[in-house]
């Protein structure tokens, strides 16, 4: 039996060993920051997944990859091509991936990634919308922008309240919603899903001016 040529064999490689690539070209990303595995499923820290899931329910269009350190899901929102990304990297390296997905689209940062994440210093399911800032202590945040070398980019922040002491802030942000809180919770995941949607249709103001609002936290927020 012949031998296989060194050409022929990376040949091969290249074409049947390569990673699969996403079926189409997204023009924006939206992340939803937290930590993988079932051990932290639900926390509070994971709420940005949270929101990443509600978007994926609305709109994808295909099934979740995993490529760029991250799950990775096609959506089209507004008529455009989205990216959903969950990293995989754990919070405090929540840059790698980002980073990787605006290099490899050649994505400009201000006008194509929105960022969702929990907060501490929020009220519970309290949202804040902004379209460029420092990283408020957010770990997630604070890679991703030490990766992309800028803070302007949109984010959506989520309040998940906060614990008596500061000792207790590591082990709070790994715990559940408790049962009462839920319900708030899971309006505010709504209403980011929502202006995520109005972020990629029309831009972070329009994000900003509807959401960065004072209202009663369990009122749906109607367009």
């Known amino acids: 039996m012949p031998k296989i040529s060194s050409f022929v064999r990376n040949v091969?490689?290249?074409v049947f060993c390569r990673k699969p690539k996403n079926k189409m070209k997204?023009?924006?990303v939206i992340v939803g920051l937290g930590n993988p595995g079932s051990k932290y499923k639900d926390t509070r820290h994971n709420v940005g997944y949270?929101?990443?899931a509600e978007l994926a329910a609305r709109h994808a269009t295909g099934k979740p990859i995993n490529?760029?350190?991250?799950?990775?899901?096609?959506a089209r929102i507004a008529d455009k091509n989205v990216l959903l990304l969950c990293p995989t990297t754990f919070m405090n390296l929540s840059g790698v991936s980002v980073s990787e997905v605006v290099r490899f689209y050649k994505l400009d940062p201000k006008t194509d990634v929105f960022v969702?994440?929990?907060d501490l210093d929020l009220p519970l399911a309290k949202i804040r919308i902004r379209e460029s800032a420092g990283?408020?202590?957010?770990k997630g945040l604070k890679d991703i922008?030490?990766?992309l070398g800028t803070q302007d980019f949109a984010r959506a922040r989520i309040g998940i309240g906060r614990p008596s002491s500061t000792d207790q802030v590591v082990d709070f942000v790994l715990t559940q919603f408790r049962k009462e809180e839920r319900v708030d919770v899971e309006v505010a995941i709504k209403n980011v899903a929502d202006a995520a949607r109005i972020w990629v249709e029309r831009g972070c103001a329009e994000a900003m001016n509807?959401?960065?609002v004072d209202e009663k936290r369990t009122k749906r927020i109607n367009e």
Do not use: E, T, W
């Not at 490529?67 to 096609?74: E, I, M, T, V």
């Not at 990283?135 to 957010?138: A, P, T, V």
């Open 116 to 118: 969702v994440c929990d």
């Open 145 to 147: 922008i030490a990766r």
């Open 26 to 28: 997204p023009s924006k």
């Open 50 to 52: 949270m929101v990443l």
């Open 12 to 14: 091969f490689k290249s």
């Open 210 to 212: 509807k959401y960065n």
């Open 67 to 74: 490529r760029f350190h991250a799950d990775c899901l096609d």
């Open 135 to 138: 990283s408020g202590g957010q």
